[in-house]
Protein backbone atom coordinates (compact mmCIF):
# COMPACT_ATOMS: atom_id res chain seq x y z
CA UNK A 1 0.00 0.00 0.00
CA UNK A 2 1.10 3.15 -1.10
CA UNK A 3 2.02 5.59 2.13
CA UNK A 4 -0.20 8.08 2.61
CA UNK A 5 -2.90 6.72 1.50
CA UNK A 6 -5.60 5.46 4.05
CA UNK A 7 -6.66 2.18 4.02
CA UNK A 8 -9.61 0.80 1.95
CA UNK A 9 -12.57 0.54 4.25
CA UNK A 10 -13.97 -3.12 4.39
CA UNK A 11 -17.59 -3.95 2.86
CA UNK A 12 -19.18 -6.26 5.22
CA UNK A 13 -22.04 -7.91 3.03
CA UNK A 14 -22.94 -9.92 5.69
CA UNK A 15 -26.99 -10.27 6.64
CA UNK A 16 -27.96 -8.48 9.58
CA UNK A 17 -30.29 -9.50 11.99
CA UNK A 18 -34.10 -8.75 12.49
CA UNK A 19 -35.94 -7.62 15.25
CA UNK A 20 -38.89 -8.66 14.75
CA UNK A 21 -41.90 -7.20 17.52
CA UNK A 22 -45.37 -8.98 17.83
CA UNK A 23 -47.55 -9.24 20.79
CA UNK A 24 -45.06 -12.02 22.91
CA UNK A 25 -42.46 -9.82 22.47
CA UNK A 26 -39.13 -9.14 20.66
CA UNK A 27 -38.31 -12.22 18.62
CA UNK A 28 -34.56 -12.01 16.93
CA UNK A 29 -33.92 -13.27 13.91
CA UNK A 30 -30.66 -15.29 12.73
CA UNK A 31 -28.71 -14.07 9.60
CA UNK A 32 -29.60 -17.64 8.70
CA UNK A 33 -33.63 -17.25 9.10
CA UNK A 34 -33.40 -13.67 7.41
CA UNK A 35 -31.87 -15.88 4.08
CA UNK A 36 -34.47 -18.28 4.01
CA UNK A 37 -37.00 -15.40 3.81
CA UNK A 38 -35.83 -13.76 1.18
CA UNK A 39 -35.31 -17.16 -0.71
CA UNK A 40 -38.84 -17.95 -0.20
CA UNK A 41 -39.93 -14.41 -1.03
CA UNK A 42 -38.28 -14.81 -4.10
CA UNK A 43 -39.71 -17.92 -5.25
CA UNK A 44 -43.22 -16.36 -4.08
CA UNK A 45 -43.12 -13.60 -6.37
CA UNK A 46 -41.19 -15.06 -9.29
CA UNK A 47 -43.58 -14.29 -12.54
CA UNK A 48 -42.35 -17.57 -13.60
CA UNK A 49 -44.22 -21.16 -12.80
CA UNK A 50 -41.84 -22.61 -9.76
CA UNK A 51 -42.19 -25.76 -7.97
CA UNK A 52 -39.97 -27.47 -5.71
CA UNK A 53 -39.86 -31.19 -4.45
CA UNK A 54 -37.25 -33.34 -1.90
CA UNK A 55 -35.70 -36.47 -2.24
CA UNK A 56 -39.06 -38.06 -1.68
CA UNK A 57 -40.95 -36.42 -4.54
CA UNK A 58 -42.95 -34.38 -1.70
CA UNK A 59 -43.71 -30.95 -3.16
CA UNK A 60 -42.23 -28.51 -0.35
CA UNK A 61 -42.72 -25.25 -2.91
CA UNK A 62 -45.43 -24.22 -4.98
CA UNK A 63 -45.45 -20.41 -6.22
CA UNK A 64 -48.14 -18.08 -6.98
CA UNK A 65 -47.54 -18.03 -10.71
CA UNK A 66 -47.71 -22.34 -10.46
CA UNK A 67 -51.07 -21.87 -9.21
CA UNK A 68 -52.24 -19.28 -11.35
CA UNK A 69 -50.98 -21.66 -14.52
CA UNK A 70 -52.19 -24.86 -12.52
CA UNK A 71 -54.94 -23.77 -11.37
CA UNK A 72 -54.22 -25.97 -8.10
CA UNK A 73 -53.71 -24.41 -4.74
CA UNK A 74 -49.93 -24.78 -2.85
CA UNK A 75 -52.34 -25.55 -0.32
CA UNK A 76 -53.33 -28.95 -1.78
CA UNK A 77 -50.18 -30.50 -3.16
CA UNK A 78 -47.75 -28.80 -0.31
CA UNK A 79 -46.26 -32.10 1.64
CA UNK A 80 -47.86 -34.49 -0.72
CA UNK A 81 -46.59 -36.25 -4.16
CA UNK A 82 -49.33 -35.46 -6.31
CA UNK A 83 -47.32 -32.64 -8.35
CA UNK A 84 -48.41 -34.84 -11.68
CA UNK A 85 -52.07 -34.18 -11.28
CA UNK A 86 -51.18 -30.74 -12.63
CA UNK A 87 -50.21 -31.76 -16.12
CA UNK A 88 -51.65 -35.26 -16.56
CA UNK A 89 -54.70 -37.95 -15.82
CA UNK A 90 -52.87 -40.74 -14.43
CA UNK A 91 -50.04 -41.12 -12.63
CA UNK A 92 -46.44 -40.33 -14.34
CA UNK A 93 -43.16 -38.72 -13.48
CA UNK A 94 -41.95 -35.21 -14.22
CA UNK A 95 -38.95 -34.33 -15.22
CA UNK A 96 -37.98 -33.46 -10.95
CA UNK A 97 -38.80 -37.01 -10.30
CA UNK A 98 -36.55 -38.59 -13.45
CA UNK A 99 -33.86 -36.44 -11.87
CA UNK A 100 -34.50 -37.87 -7.92
CA UNK A 101 -34.70 -41.56 -9.27
CA UNK A 102 -31.63 -41.00 -12.04
CA UNK A 103 -34.26 -42.67 -14.62
CA UNK A 104 -33.83 -41.40 -18.09
CA UNK A 105 -35.23 -44.26 -20.29
CA UNK A 106 -38.98 -43.44 -21.78
CA UNK A 107 -38.22 -39.53 -22.39
CA UNK A 108 -38.85 -39.98 -25.84
CA UNK A 109 -42.16 -41.54 -25.20
CA UNK A 110 -43.23 -39.09 -22.67
CA UNK A 111 -42.09 -36.00 -24.60
CA UNK A 112 -41.88 -35.08 -28.10
CA UNK A 113 -38.90 -32.55 -27.67
CA UNK A 114 -36.37 -32.90 -24.47
CA UNK A 115 -32.53 -32.72 -23.64
CA UNK A 116 -30.33 -31.68 -21.20
CA UNK A 117 -30.36 -28.28 -20.06
CA UNK A 118 -28.16 -26.07 -22.02
CA UNK A 119 -27.91 -23.82 -18.88
CA UNK A 120 -27.82 -26.04 -15.94
CA UNK A 121 -25.52 -28.65 -15.30
CA UNK A 122 -27.08 -31.91 -14.71
CA UNK A 123 -30.73 -29.93 -15.56
CA UNK A 124 -33.38 -31.61 -18.12
CA UNK A 125 -35.28 -29.59 -20.58
CA UNK A 126 -38.39 -30.53 -21.90
CA UNK A 127 -41.36 -29.06 -24.03
CA UNK A 128 -44.71 -30.05 -25.44
CA UNK A 129 -49.04 -29.80 -25.72
CA UNK A 130 -50.76 -30.43 -23.44
CA UNK A 131 -54.55 -31.02 -23.26
CA UNK A 132 -55.67 -29.72 -19.89
CA UNK A 133 -53.50 -27.98 -17.54
CA UNK A 134 -55.63 -25.22 -15.68
CA UNK A 135 -58.38 -25.70 -17.54
CA UNK A 136 -56.70 -24.82 -21.00
CA UNK A 137 -54.76 -26.42 -23.67
CA UNK A 138 -51.22 -25.24 -23.57
CA UNK A 139 -48.02 -25.98 -24.92
CA UNK A 140 -45.45 -25.91 -22.26
CA UNK A 141 -42.02 -25.63 -21.95
CA UNK A 142 -39.78 -27.50 -18.54
CA UNK A 143 -36.72 -27.06 -17.16
CA UNK A 144 -35.52 -29.02 -14.17
CA UNK A 145 -32.39 -28.88 -12.17
CA UNK A 146 -31.13 -30.65 -9.08
CA UNK A 147 -30.40 -29.05 -5.56
CA UNK A 148 -27.42 -30.67 -3.89
CA UNK A 149 -26.41 -30.27 -0.50
CA UNK A 150 -22.62 -29.21 -0.05
CA UNK A 151 -21.30 -32.60 0.01
CA UNK A 152 -23.14 -33.52 -3.47
CA UNK A 153 -26.41 -35.52 -1.82
CA UNK A 154 -29.52 -34.42 -3.50
CA UNK A 155 -31.66 -32.14 -1.38
CA UNK A 156 -34.34 -32.11 -4.07
CA UNK A 157 -35.06 -30.57 -7.62
CA UNK A 158 -36.82 -27.18 -8.83
CA UNK A 159 -38.71 -27.38 -11.79
CA UNK A 160 -39.65 -24.46 -13.66
CA UNK A 161 -42.67 -24.07 -16.10
CA UNK A 162 -43.57 -21.56 -19.34
CA UNK A 163 -46.12 -21.45 -21.52
CA UNK A 164 -45.66 -20.38 -24.83
CA UNK A 165 -49.39 -21.42 -26.25
CA UNK A 166 -49.75 -18.19 -28.44
CA UNK A 167 -46.30 -18.37 -29.86
CA UNK A 168 -46.77 -22.38 -30.89
CA UNK A 169 -50.11 -21.08 -32.52
CA UNK A 170 -48.05 -18.40 -34.14
CA UNK A 171 -45.54 -20.51 -35.60
CA UNK A 172 -47.53 -23.64 -36.56
CA UNK A 173 -50.38 -21.39 -38.57
CA UNK A 174 -47.10 -19.90 -40.26
CA UNK A 175 -45.68 -23.03 -41.06
CA UNK A 176 -49.58 -24.39 -41.84
CA UNK A 177 -49.39 -21.35 -44.34
CA UNK A 178 -46.37 -21.93 -45.96
CA UNK A 179 -46.92 -25.83 -46.68
CA UNK A 180 -50.13 -24.07 -48.43
CA UNK A 181 -48.03 -21.71 -50.38
CA UNK A 182 -45.81 -24.74 -51.35
CA UNK A 183 -48.49 -27.03 -52.16
CA UNK A 184 -50.63 -24.17 -54.36
CA UNK A 185 -46.93 -23.28 -55.86
CA UNK A 186 -46.76 -27.36 -56.95
CA UNK A 187 -49.98 -26.94 -58.66
CA UNK A 188 -49.21 -23.82 -61.08
CA UNK A 189 -47.51 -25.20 -64.19
CA UNK A 190 -45.88 -22.66 -65.94
CA UNK A 191 -44.07 -21.79 -69.47
CA UNK A 192 -40.99 -20.52 -69.54
CA UNK A 193 -37.80 -20.83 -72.50
CA UNK A 194 -38.18 -21.47 -76.37
CA UNK A 195 -41.03 -22.82 -77.79
CA UNK A 196 -41.20 -24.48 -81.38
CA UNK A 197 -44.17 -23.09 -82.91
CA UNK A 198 -44.75 -23.36 -86.76
CA UNK A 199 -45.18 -20.34 -88.38
CA UNK A 200 -47.80 -21.33 -90.56
CA UNK A 201 -50.63 -23.51 -88.80
CA UNK A 202 -48.96 -22.43 -85.10
CA UNK A 203 -48.62 -26.28 -84.10
CA UNK A 204 -45.39 -26.24 -81.14
CA UNK A 205 -43.57 -29.01 -81.11
CA UNK A 206 -43.21 -30.66 -77.59
CA UNK A 207 -40.39 -32.49 -76.03
CA UNK A 208 -41.05 -35.92 -77.49
CA UNK A 209 -40.88 -34.61 -80.98
CA UNK A 210 -45.12 -34.61 -81.86
CA UNK A 211 -46.73 -31.54 -82.80
CA UNK A 212 -49.85 -30.41 -81.02
CA UNK A 213 -51.93 -28.13 -81.27
CA UNK A 214 -51.75 -24.88 -79.70
CA UNK A 215 -54.58 -25.29 -77.25
CA UNK A 216 -53.73 -28.69 -76.58
CA UNK A 217 -50.02 -27.45 -75.73
CA UNK A 218 -51.67 -24.67 -73.40
CA UNK A 219 -54.09 -26.71 -71.58
CA UNK A 220 -51.03 -29.20 -70.65
CA UNK A 221 -48.33 -26.90 -69.59
CA UNK A 222 -50.55 -24.69 -67.64
CA UNK A 223 -53.99 -24.88 -66.26
CA UNK A 224 -55.68 -22.48 -68.68
CA UNK A 225 -58.73 -23.94 -70.25
CA UNK A 226 -59.25 -22.70 -74.00
CA UNK A 227 -63.35 -21.98 -75.38
CA UNK A 228 -63.59 -22.05 -79.07
CA UNK A 229 -64.94 -18.83 -81.28
CA UNK A 230 -64.06 -16.86 -83.61
CA UNK A 231 -62.95 -13.11 -84.36
CA UNK A 232 -64.53 -10.74 -86.68
CA UNK A 233 -62.11 -11.35 -89.42
CA UNK A 234 -62.15 -15.06 -89.50
CA UNK A 235 -66.50 -15.12 -89.13
CA UNK A 236 -66.16 -12.79 -92.54
CA UNK A 237 -63.65 -15.38 -94.22
CA UNK A 238 -65.34 -18.26 -93.47
CA UNK A 239 -69.18 -16.96 -93.52
CA UNK A 240 -68.76 -14.47 -96.10
CA UNK A 241 -72.17 -14.53 -96.86
CA UNK A 242 -73.69 -14.26 -93.18
CA UNK A 243 -71.04 -11.89 -92.93
CA UNK A 244 -72.39 -9.21 -95.43
CA UNK A 245 -75.10 -6.59 -94.07
CA UNK A 246 -78.78 -6.90 -94.68
CA UNK A 247 -80.57 -5.16 -97.15
CA UNK A 248 -83.54 -3.54 -95.78
Known amino acids: MVMG ?11 PCIVDK ?4 IRLRSPEDVLIKICENMVQNCAVAIFVID ?3 RVIQWN ?3 EELTGI ?3 DVLGTSNHWTAFYDHHRPTLSD ?9 L ?9 SLLIPQGLHAEGWYPNVGGKRRYLIFDASPINYEDGRLLGVVETLQDITVLKQMEEEKERLNHELIEALNQIKTLSG ?10 IRDDKGYWNQLENYLEEHSDAVFSHGLCPECFQEYFPDAAKPRKE
Do not use: W
Not at 22 to 25: A, H
Not at 108 to 116: A, L, R
Open 22 to 25: NDEG
Open 108 to 116: DNSYPVHGP
Open 5 to 15: MEKEKEIDVTL
Open 73 to 75: KAT
Open 98 to 106: RIIDNDFQG
Open 55 to 57: SYH
Open 64 to 66: RAC
Open 194 to 203: LIPICAACKK
